[in-house]
């Protein structure tokens, strides 16, 4: 079983409003990245955190947007929620910059 | 741009068949491709990817860059084969991003 871990499992937010989500690296990665995963699609990328700097992002609006602490946890912020943000978003470490290797188990958001 | 076709939503296979997930990607320079897996009930995880070259759990995929494609094999199917896979790219300045496919939804029946 994988390191990362992400909190909350499951959270529902009602439109309008802001979210955190947080995420553990395995332990020794210094990289992060975040992806949304919509029902019935392939995840997709919102942004990548190496060594605490935003390290490339997809096309997300500016609403999304994240951190990455000295000890490489992570987290994705969420600003003015909309409907279609409902969705699976995972976290995935790796090291040194690289495509994520270890995927957390997600957080569940619904948007009502 | 970078993308990803997996052209079956859903494939069915009966047990010791063979299966192959197919998977065609767009991309103007030198992709890094991978596939993962999701079993039920938990988390994705990198399957293989291609620099390496490996067989893992009796599948295979191939690089073919002439068509553009990555498909993933495995001669004789089990039933705990059975999941979601997804094709991803990697590539370029965007090393870190992957972007994945829609993914296949594998049955393999008794």
């Known amino acids: 079983e994988t390191g990362v871990t992400q909190s909350p499992t499951h959270l529902i937010k009602t439109r309008g409003q802001q979210v955190t989500l947080r995420c553990s690296s395995q332990?020794?990665?210094?990289?992060v990245s975040w992806y949304q995963q919509a029902l019935g699609q392939g995840p997709q990328f919102i942004f990548q955190y190496y060594r605490e700097e935003e390290n490339g992002r997809g096309n997300f609006p500016p609403r999304f947007s994240g951190l990455q602490f000295p000890n490489y946890s992570s987290e994705l912020n969420v600003n003015a929620l909309e409907l279609d943000d409902s969705a699976l978003y995972l976290c995935?470490?790796?090291?040194?910059?690289?495509?994520?290797?270890?995927f957390g188990p997600g957080t569940r958001l619904t948007v009502l | 741009a970078q993308r990803v076709t997996q052209p079956e939503k859903l494939l069915s296979v009966f047990k010791g068949a063979p299966v192959e997930l197919k998977c065609n990607y767009s991309y103007s320079g030198s992709p890094e491709l991978f596939w993962y897996v999701q079993y039920s009930r938990q988390r994705l995880q990198l399957l293989l990817r291609?620099?390496s070259r490996e067989s893992i759990k009796g599948f295979t995929a191939d690089l073919n860059k002439g068509e553009t494609s990555f498909h993933l094999k495995k001669p004789f199917a089990q039933e705990e084969d059975s999941a979601m896979y997804y094709c991803?790219?990697?590539?370029?300045?965007?090393?870190?991003?992957?972007?994945f496919g829609q993914g296949t939804i594998l049955t393999v029946h008794p």
């Open positions: 332990s020794g990665h210094n990289t």
């Open positions: 995935a470490s790796s090291l040194e910059g690289l495509t994520g290797e270890f």
């Open positions: 291609h620099i």
């Open positions: 991803a790219l990697a590539g370029g300045t965007s090393y870190g991003k992957l972007t």
